[in-house]
């Protein structure tokens, strides 16, 4: 079976914590990689897609090694608002519509 | 504004009830989604819908049923065939397969 795997937490972070979340995933046919953040009983939203070279949006760098079909995700100077679920998301195979969505890891920030 | 509505936020039914979950989109995209969502779990992908007139299952469509007639629109169907339908369900859509795919705000459903 093709899955997303995650730690599920829960990661309890100080504000202005740097803390990184990790995701491995089985198929290696997958082409597309993002992480999406869902806030409680809200629905999931885009925060960044996953580029073979690494990429970063400010305080958020996320990074793909295909070759161990590894998954990670940065978050430097934790603030409070970045409380939530963060899925790691993949697509299902070359020219597929499919995504494969993890349990998610749930990140508290405390002040 | 473009995104996604659905309708409505909360619904509650009777078990036994077919009842049908709205969702519209007009970011002009081809592809649509139908996941459901359970507590602490994924997201579990029901049915999908590449192109108007055309939809496929997804992992658990048993229970459900779709139409897309037009591009805008993909409005589901939980039947009373559905064992357990008290969940969150999410619609989705995307510009083509491998695009991020973005959601509405979703559907909370409550059969008793």
């Known amino acids: 079976r093709k899955e997303v795997e995650q730690d599920p937490g829960p990661f309890n972070v100080p504000e202005g914590a740097t803390v990184a979340f990790n995701c491995t995933y089985s198929n290696s046919a997958s082409q597309s990689f993002f992480w999406y953040r869902q806030d409680c009983r809200k629905e999931p939203k885009l925060l960044m897609s996953?580029?073979?070279s690494g990429n970063e949006d400010g305080r958020f760098t996320a990074q793909l090694n295909r070759a161990s079909q590894y998954i990670s995700l940065l978050i430097r100077d934790s603030k409070l608002s970045d409380s939530a679920t963060y899925l790691c998301?993949?697509?299902?195979?070359?020219?597929?519509?499919?995504?494969?969505f993890g349990k998610g890891t749930k990140l508290s920030v405390i002040p | 504004d473009g995104g996604i509505t659905q309708s409505p936020k909360y619904l509650f039914r009777k078990e036994g009830q077919n009842v049908t979950l709205s969702c519209e989109q007009n970011?002009?995209?081809?592809?649509m989604y139908w996941y459901r969502q359970d507590p602490g779990q994924g997201l579990r992908l029901i049915y999908y819908?590449?192109?108007?007139?055309?939809?496929q299952k997804g992992d658990i469509a048993e229970g459900y049923s779709v139409s897309r007639e037009k591009k805008e629109s993909f409005p589901l169907t939980v039947t009373s065939a559905q064992k357990n339908p008290t969940a969150f369900y999410l619609c989705?859509?995307?510009?083509?397969?491998?695009?991020?795919?973005?959601f509405g705000p979703g559907t909370r459903l409550t059969v008793t």
């Open positions: 996953v580029y073979s």
């Open positions: 819908s590449q192109i108007v007139n055309d939809f």
């Open positions: 989705a859509s995307s510009d083509g397969y491998g695009y991020e795919q973005y």
């Open positions: 998301v993949v697509n299902s195979g070359a020219g597929s519509y499919q995504l494969t």
């Open positions: 970011l002009n995209h081809d592809a």
